[in-house]
């Protein structure tokens, strides 16, 4: 086979500008709404001015001769628009899955009652305004306890945590609670919606352009490939753009109503009321533990409000079944139906609130026990993940506390209230442990060695901000010895090969494997041109005699300084670009390995 190597300094190590950094810094990146197009309309929509209730009329004769009006859609003329078919994993997922307009119930502050589409935006408002809706109006469920619905979901259990709890000689039972919180990124949600007749162009600020794209198929009620999303550039998500919400499907409906290009930028308000929050959440946590501290039970007990439509589950209890070890556990999830808009991811959804309680009450058990909390962390150890039965396939957690708290002088800690002083203020010291999951899902991409001497990595996820650009095209120079100035990473398109959302950390380590598989079969593809172009100064050669390094094909016996730029062999065999193309496979597929 084959030998590619690389002797080039690597560019993983150390730092270096971002590769779409002058784009940014200069104006020239396009975000979504940055978007223009001849003809083009601009679309506002009227939100609820209640909570619960139904519309009793809607008048929009005002509005309708207003000038520069295009068009005032609402639940009797915007067309079919379709639910989302039932999630599937992780594919075709969105959290509000009623279309606007489906009826006319109100089930929460600001949902969407009409959209008025106009010549420009200025006009588009002012008719808005000026629509007389009439509502009756119905006392909404907007308390903020959070008791019960029905029986619990259990998620984890093992041994008998009631009866532990009950024998336990120490004991801590308390609840804790967490509010909403909103996802205000500086980039508004927007879309900019084409269509030619037969297929949309959604320009999008989306996490995820495969999933908006397949989502968005369904409900507009065209084929998948008839949808293509664009998300060249994003202002930060944080989770709430991981998935599409209804003002992305208004805009679609409008431009394929008008035959016209439609933009629809949500306002700062609605980015309140209108696409996402973390939800409240309430949880009990029960822990008990002999007079040494060690965990005889532990149970987490959480509730989460939802949506009326919605089964929004905020999984507070994710790290709770292995992060300390305790013979006996349960973990149960409920949800609380308010009238209020549908709760969606939110950095760390689940986790960050579900190991704020549990945290809080290994502090509280920790002063019971008049413990140091971290030698109670340590002391709770799990030898192996007692949620599946197996081992970590890996673990720091003694070790980061160990090294954190010797590195952060925890030593010289006083736990009394008050009795730390320094410079005439009291200080407080603190410390909890966390853990977030390490999942991959699938992902493809494609690699293009051209006879330019430049290369090309394309996939279709999207870079949110956190640099994704910059680590594709540095993987490739680690892989092809090309400086990163010869690189182009192209993203955010589903016209290119799928890739994953970028949420849950994973992004990334999706699109590593593919990257490199696609660079390897492009860089074979080189070395097979060179041994067999009659042209090549290589031909004749079996391509397992060649090595590709520093961006030259050379023979295995001499070193790459004696050998050929690849583009200068591709150019004497007739050969445009080497193109490879890679996959790698998901902790959520079947058939991955887990």
């Known amino acids: 086979m084959a030998t590619i190597r690389n002797t080039v300094p690597s560019t993983i190590a150390g730092s270096l500008p971002r590769i779409d950094g002058p784009l940014k810094v200069s104006g020239s990146a396009m975000y979504t709404s940055d978007h223009h197009f001849p003809g083009m309309l601009y679309a506002v929509p009227v939100c609820s001015t209640i909570a619960k209730g139904r519309i009793a009329s809607l008048d929009s004769s005002d509005a309708v001769g207003m000038p520069g009006v295009r068009a005032i859609y609402h639940q009797g003329n915007i067309g079919p628009l379709f639910r989302s078919a039932p999630a599937s994993g992780i594919s075709a997922y969105l959290d509000e899955r009623r279309p606007a307009f489906e009826d006319d119930v109100i089930r929460y502050y600001g949902q969407y009652v009409a959209v008025v589409v106009a010549r420009t935006f200025e006009q588009a408002e002012a008719a808005a305004s000026a629509i007389k809706v009439i509502y009756s109006e119905e006392t909404p469920d907007v308390r903020t306890h959070l008791d019960p619905e029905g029986e619990p979901k259990v998620a984890s259990f093992r041994g008998t945590p009631d009866e532990a709890f009950a024998s336990a000689p120490i004991k801590i039972d308390e609840i804790y609670g967490t509010p909403v919180e909103t996802h205000n990124p500086i980039e508004l949600h927007a879309s900019v919606a084409v269509w030619d007749g037969q297929s949309f162009t959604l320009y999008e600020t989306t996490q995820g352009v495969v999933n908006h794209r397949d989502v968005l198929a369904q409900m507009l009620g065209v084929p998948a490939e008839n949808v293509r999303v664009v998300s060249r550039f994003l202002g930060s998500g944080f989770g709430g753009k991981l998935f599409p919400w209804p003002h992305s499907l208004l805009a679609a409906a409008a431009s394929r109503n008008l035959n016209r290009p439609v933009k629809l930028v949500v306002s700062r308000q609605m980015m309140f009321q209108n696409v996402g929050h973390r939800p409240r959440t309430q949880q009990r946590v029960r822990l008990s533990a002999t007079a040494d501290g060690k965990l005889t039970s532990l149970q987490h007990d959480y509730l989460n409000h939802t949506a009326i439509l919605d089964d929004y589950t905020e999984n507070c209890g994710e790290a709770t079944p292995y992060l300390y070890g305790t013979e006996n556990l349960r973990v149960t999830s409920g949800l609380v139906r308010r009238n209020i808009g549908s709760a969606t991811s939110m950095r760390g959804p689940g986790a960050v609130p579900g190991l704020f309680a549990t945290e809080s009450a290994m502090d509280e058990l920790a002063i ?46 006083t736990p009394e209230v008050g009795s730390m002083k320094k410079d005439g203020l009291t200080l407080g010291w603190g410390m909890a442990s966390c853990s977030w999951i390490a999942e991959r899902v699938s992902a493809e991409a494609m690699v293009d060695l051209r006879s330019d001497g430049t290369a090309r990595v394309s996939c279709g996820t999207q870079d949110i901000g956190t640099g994704t650009y910059t680590i594709l095209a540095q993987i490739i120079s680690e892989k092809t010895g090309l400086p990163l100035d010869r690189i182009e990473v192209v993203l955010g398109d589903t016209a290119l090969p799928p890739g994953p ?85 998901g902790t959520f597929d079947s058939t991955a390995p887990r």
């Not at 962390?377 to 003694?398: A, V, Y």
Request: with cysteine; glycine share 10%.
């Open 368 to 413: 019971k026990l008049k413990m140091d909390p971290v030698d109670l962390r340590l002391l709770n150890e799990p030898e192996k993940d007692q949620s599946n039965d197996l081992p970590f396939s890996s673990r720091h957690l003694t070790e980061c506390l160990t090294l954190g708290a010797r590195k952060f002088g925890w030593s010289k800690r």
């Open 501 to 585: 959302i970028s949420g849950g950390s994973w992004a990334t380590a999706s699109v590593i494997p593919a990257v490199s598989q696609a660079a390897q079969d492009a860089m074979r593809l080189a070395l097979a041109a060179a041994a067999k172009g009659k042209n090549s100064p290589f031909a004749g050669r079996e391509p397992d005699a060649l090595n590709f390094a520093d961006g030259r094909i050379y023979l295995k016996e001499k070193g790459p300084e004696t050998g050929v730029a690849f583009q200068d062999v591709l150019k004497l065999t007739n050969v445009g670009s080497a193109s490879g193309r890679g996959r790698s496979t």
